[in-house]
């Protein structure tokens, strides 16, 4: 009660950022408990033991084997099993209910695969961007908020490098020939010094792969870029 008492009347004249957030922490566990989204514990939305415990693919995995001469990028690694019933909640909650809390363990899961699969150092992380529309509507790009956290937890740069010039349709409400239609184009480079990427591996990000066209088309608009290679990173294929 004495907490709530301070809530409502204000804080502290002494009490600084940290207390705010504090207070504001605390209230949004007080309307709104967590529940693990593994086992239900009550705590935080994905407790340690859940996030130990989640088995990553195979660093072999391949994505798409048969059309692999299709595709710019010269390999997709994928994270997680999208079948898996806490990688789709994971996920949905995140993308869908706007738990932007999920960043963290979500960002775990890439730091673990981007051990495990063992790249070389000279790498550059970029994300597959959402349209400024859609961006809004959100209230955040979910792909560009992982991707930055994964570049300051592995100390490797990000840099904004695509604009979605193209509001496109969600791929999955599509025919597969509808698809690529859908996305010719929808992709422009930003005017950046080339330097930054130039003979570097770029990571493209993105959180769920389908028919990896999305990923293609992304990694069409970068190919003029000097790098050294793209490679794609997603959370899962669905
Ligand atoms: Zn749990």
């Known amino acids: 009660m004495k907490e709530e008492a301070t809530a409502v009347g204000g804080v502290p004249p002494q009490a600084g950022k940290s207390d705010f957030k504090k207070l504001w922490n605390n209230l949004l566990d007080y309307i ?16 340690q033991t859940c996030l130990d415990n989640i088995q990553l693919l195979p660093a072999d995995y391949q994505a798409w084997p048969e059309n692999k001469n299709d595709f710019v990028f010269s390999h997709c690694h994928v994270c997680l099993d999208y079948h898996q019933a806490l990688t789709q909640n994971l996920i949905k909650n995140f993308k869908y209910q706007y738990l932007k809390v999920l960043q963290e363990p979500l960002t775990q899961i890439f730091v ?14 970029t994300n597959i961007p959402l349209h400024n529309k859609k961006r809004k509507k959100r209230g955040f790009d979910q792909t560009e908020v992982l991707a930055k956290n994964l570049s300051l937890k592995i100390n490797i740069p990000y840099y904004s490098l695509l604009t979605r010039s193209k509001n496109t349709k969600p791929q999955a409400q599509l025919e597969r020939n509808e698809r690529l239609q859908n996305l010719q184009n929808a992709f422009t480079l930003k005017q950046i010094d080339q ?5 570097k591996t770029i990571i493209l990000i993105d959180d769920v792969a389908t028919t990896g066209t999305t990923l293609n088309e992304a990694a069409k608009a970068l190919r003029i870029l000097a790098s050294k290679e793209i490679i794609a990173l997603v959370l899962a294929k669905n």
């Open 32 to 47: 709104w408990p967590q529940f693990c989204l593994g086992c239900e514990q009550e705590g935080s939305l994905l407790c």
């Open 195 to 199: 330097n930054l990427v130039k003979n």
């Open 112 to 125: 673990k695969k981007i051990k495990q699969i063992n790249l070389n150092p000279d790498i550059i992380i």
